[in-house]
């Protein structure tokens, strides 16, 4: 019979207080990777694995909650969207909101202008989900908002599936 494995909350207090402080402290700043590396090489010798530790990186996320520092959120409201889109190079042609996502913030939307000449597009804002919005709402409203400002076409391909493969705007 295998040895029982201790629970997830037995092993951060196997950790020393040092570590377990330090560790706390990446939680804090959002640094995910930093705080399981940090508990993976402290924990080796008391048994704790990759896995392991990624399980107690994430008990003290759910612990800290909403005292973490995370990235700020951009603004949405037209005044400072217009003032970006106003900063670009070029004319802007279009407006476009793009799905995409990662292993951290999961599916996410970036609020894009195109512009002509130069022809690329640059990023205005970046929606990510939150308890209380969906970002593909909110992006595709602050998009409409602000191409209707600006009098150009708004484009936002799949707004109810998350796809960032979906097809993009293009220049007529």
């Given amino acids: 019979m295998p040895a029982p494995q201790p629970q997830d909350h037995e092993l951060w207090e196997t950790l020393p207080a040092g570590i377990r ?32 530790a990624q399980i107690v990186v994430h008990e003290r996320y759910l612990f800290h ?3 973490i520092a995370r990235e700020p959120e951009c603004p949405l409201d037209l005044e ?3 003032a970006l889109a106003g900063g670009l190079p070029g004319r802007v042609a279009a407006i476009e909101a ?9 599916w ?11 022809a690329e597009e640059r990023a205005l804002a970046t929606v990510y989900g939150r308890r209380d919005r969906d970002p593909s709402e909110a992006a595709a409203e602050a998009g409409r908002t602000l191409a209707d400002h600006l009098g ?8 109810d599936d998350p796809d ?9």
């Avoid at 150009?152 to 707004?159: D, I, L």
């Avoid at 960032?164 to 007529?172: F, L, T, Y």
């Fill in 21 to 52: 402080t330090q560790v706390d402290g990446y939680v804090l700043q959002d640094s995910f990777m930093r705080a399981v590396k940090l508990v993976w090489d402290a924990g080796r010798v008391r048994g704790i694995g990759l896995r392991e």
């Fill in 65 to 67: 909650g909403d005292r």
């Fill in 80 to 82: 400072s969207l217009a």
């Fill in 98 to 106: 793009v799905w995409d996502g990662d292993t951290v913030h999961g």
């Fill in 108 to 118: 996410f939307v970036n609020l894009l202008a195109v512009t002509d000449d130069p």
């Fill in 152 to 159: 150009v076409p708004f484009h936002f391909a799949g707004p």
């Fill in 164 to 172: 960032d493969e979906a097809p993009r705007w293009r220049r007529p």
